[in-house]
């Protein structure tokens, strides 16, 4: 064979282009991953309300117990015919010219004692505050969505151990049981009363 002819069957060879066999294998393994990916985007975007939902709850729960506790460590002392699962009561020092007023003090005037009472049901937590020894006022719904009314625990000790512990159940958007936060805390002005 000549020069000629064996540059000529190596171009053939080099622009030879896929076959028909080769071409249809190729669109098959593309169509498969293309579906793979939506399917998994298509996923993504279902479960996606029930994260958003999961995190708000998580949120708030963390937001409230963050006030409980803070208003719990500013405590003098818990009412221990006011402490149960659902409900506690305590004194402690607000930053509000009268209890259960409106408005907030400036910074130079000193934190007033009120009776702070948490009450919870199976779907909300209330609070009230009041005048010393009072347990009556004006509730306020503090959150909602809780899935038991079970929520404090109250160990009564010494006065520089008295300790509340706040446990928050929420429904789990996907279903799969209870979400839980708790936390709890001393009532760090609790040696103040004696």
């Known amino acids: 064979?000549?020069?000629t002819g064996k540059i000529a069957?190596?171009?053939?060879?080099e622009q030879a282009g896929m076959t028909l066999i080769e071409l249809l294998v190729a669109a098959t393994m593309g169509v498969i991953l293309f579906a793979?990916?939506?399917?998994?985007?298509?996923?993504?975007?279902?479960?996606?309300?029930?994260?958003?939902q999961r995190a708000q709850t998580i949120s708030t729960a963390r937001w409230?117990?963050?006030?409980?506790?803070r208003e719990i460590r500013n405590g003098i002392a818990v009412d221990p015919g006011h402490a149960t699962a659902q409900e506690v009561s305590f004194t402690t020092y607000v930053r509000t010219p009268t209890?259960?007023?409106?408005?907030?003090?400036s910074s130079s005037v000193k934190a007033i004692p009120c009776?702070?009472?948490?009450?919870?049901a199976v779907t909300q937590c209330t609070r009230v505050e009041a005048p010393p020894g009072s347990f009556t006022g004006t509730a306020k719904t503090i959150f909602t969505g809780i899935s038991s009314?079970?929520?404090?625990?109250?160990?009564?000790?010494?006065?520089e151990a008295k300790f509340i512990e706040v446990k928050l159940e929420f429904p789990n958007p996907t279903g799969e049981g209870d979400l839980t936060i708790s936390d709890g805390a001393s009532?760090?002005?609790?040696?103040?009363l004696n």
């Open 115 to 120: 009776q702070v009472t948490y009450r919870c």
């Open 99 to 105: 209890c259960g007023g409106a408005g907030t003090l």
């Open 9 to 13: 069957g190596r171009l053939r060879r």
């Open 64 to 69: 409230v117990m963050e006030r409980l506790t």
């Open 187 to 192: 009532l760090r002005n609790a040696t103040l």
């Open 149 to 159: 009314a079970n929520v404090f625990s109250y160990t009564p000790g010494s006065a």
């Open 1 to 3: 064979m000549s020069a």
């Open 36 to 52: 793979a990916a939506a399917s998994l985007m298509i996923s993504a975007m279902r479960s996606q309300p029930e994260i958003s």
